[in-house]
C-alpha cells in the first residue's frame, strides 16, 4: 500500500495539462502530412472502392490546415517557452568558463558544474483510440533511470470492408509516455543555471502496406525553487522519432532513432534548488485496415542520457555579476 501511496504521489508531481492533447494533434497532423506526400496508393484504394479521390485528397488538406492551427493555440495555451539549445558536442557544458561572480563587494561565488543521476522513470498515461476494430497497446516492459522498454501491436480493422465506407485518414492514435523529475543542488549565489541531456529511440519494427505514423518525443519544464510542487510540462524537447510508416512498406528489421539534445537556461537565486520535469513517450497513428509490430524482437527502447550513461543530465551553474556599492 505504501508503495502505491507513493507512486501515485510522484506521477501527481508532474503536471502534464494540455501535453497529451498537443503530441496526439501533432501526430496526426505529422500523419496527414505524410498522407499528402503520397497520395497515390490511397487514390487507388479509394477509385477501387468507387469513392472521390480528389474530394478526399481536399479534405485531407483542410484537415491539415485545421491540425496546424489547434497546434500553435494548444502550445500557446500551455505557455510554452522554447528555449532549445544548440546540439553541441558532447561535455561542451561542462566546459563552460565558471566566471566568479562578487557579493556585497567582498565575497566571491563560484560557478561550478557537473552531473545527477535522474530517478527511474515513472509510469504517465495510456491512450487508446476508440473504435468497433481497434485493437493492441503500448505496454511497458521496463523502467529504469534513464531508460524505458516496451512493446506493441495496435491494428485497426476490419479485414475487409464494404465499398464507399473506406476512410483513408490516420485517425487512430494510440499514445503512451513516463515520467520523471531531476532535482539540482542549490548554488550559494545567484545564477544561470543551464541543464543538458540527449534522447534517443530504438525499436524493431515489422509493418505490411499501409501508411501511418511512429513518432517518439521528449518534453520538459521548469521550476527554480522545488520544494515539492508539482511541475508544469510545457516545452517541447525534440522527436527521436517521426517515421513516415508508408516510407517502410513491408519492412521488417530494426529502426534507429534521431539522437536529439535538450539544453534549456533558467535564473536561480542562491539557496534555491532548481528541479526538471522530464516526458518521455511514444505516438502511433494508423488508418482502417493497418498495423504495426513494435518491439517484435528485443522491445523498443526510449533512453535519456548525457555522456553516454543512461539517466544522467549535466548542469552548470554560472554566477550572475553583482556590483555593491559601499
Known amino acids: 500500500m505504501a508503495r502505491k501511496a507513493k507512486s501515485a504521489r510522484q506521477r501527481m508531481l508532474v503536471d502534464v495539462g494540455g501535453l ?16 499528402l506526400n503520397n497520395f497515390a496508393p490511397i487514390r487507388e484504394r479509394l477509385v477501387a472502392g468507387g469513392q472521390d479521390a480528389a474530394a478526399a485528397y481536399r479534405l485531407l ?21 522554447p528555449q532549445r ?38 509510469e504517465g498515461i495510456s491512450v487508446i483510440p476508440p473504435g468497433r476494430y481497434v485493437s493492441g497497446e503500448l505496454t511497458t516492459t521496463e523502467l529504469g533511470s534513464g531508460y524505458v522498454n516496451f512493446e506493441g501491436w495496435p491494428s485497426v480493422g476490419p479485414d475487409q470492408i464494404a465499398p464507399n465506407l473506406y476512410d483513408p485518414s490516420i485517425r487512430y492514435f494510440w499514445l503512451r509516455n513516463w515520467h520523471t523529475i531531476v532535482v539540482f543542488p542549490a548554488p550559494v549565489v545567484n545564477c544561470d543555471f543551464t541543464y543538458q541531456f540527449r534522447a534517443n529511440a530504438w525499436t524493431t519494427l515489422y509493418h505490411g502496406a499501409d501508411p501511418g505514423v511512429l513518432m517518439a518525443f521528449v518534453s520538459v519544464g521548469e521550476t527554480a525553487n522545488y520544494v515539492g ?5 510545457n516545452a517541447d524537447g525534440g522527436w527521436p522519432w517521426n517515421l513516415d510508416l508508408s516510407q517502410l512498406t513491408g519492412f521488417r528489421g530494426s529502426v534507429q532513432g534521431q539522437e536529439v539534445t535538450v539544453r534549456r537556461t533558467l535564473y536561480v537565486r542562491a ?13 502511433v497513428g494508423l488508418p482502417m485496415m493497418t498495423d504495426l509490430r513494435i518491439g517484435f524482437w528485443g522491445g523498443a527502447t526510449l533512453s535519456l542520457y548525457e555522456g553516454n550513461v543512461a539517466g544522467r543530465v549535466a548542469f552548470s551553474y554560472r554566477p550572475q555579476l553583482v556590483v555593491s556599492q559601499q
Open 61 to 81: 488538406v483542410s484537415r491539415r490546415d485545421t491540425l496546424a492551427k489547434k497546434l500553435g493555440g494548444l502550445w500557446k495555451k500551455l505557455g510554452s517557452t
Open 85 to 122: 539549445g544548440p546540439h553541441l558536442p558532447m561535455g561542451d557544458l561542462l566546459s563552460l568558463p565558471l566566471d566568479p561572480g562578487w557579493i556585497r563587494g567582498t565575497q566571491i561565488g563560484l560557478g561550478y558544474s557537473g552531473y545527477t543521476q535522474m530517478p527511474a522513470l515513472q
Open 271 to 283: 539557496g534555491q534548488r532548481p528541479a526538471v520535469a522530464i516526458v518521455i513517450g511514444a505516438a
Open 229 to 233: 510542487q508539482q511541475v508544469a510540462v
Open 20 to 35: 497529451r492533447e498537443s503530441r496526439l494533434v501533432e501526430a496526426e497532423l505529422s500523419g496527414c502530412q505524410a498522407q
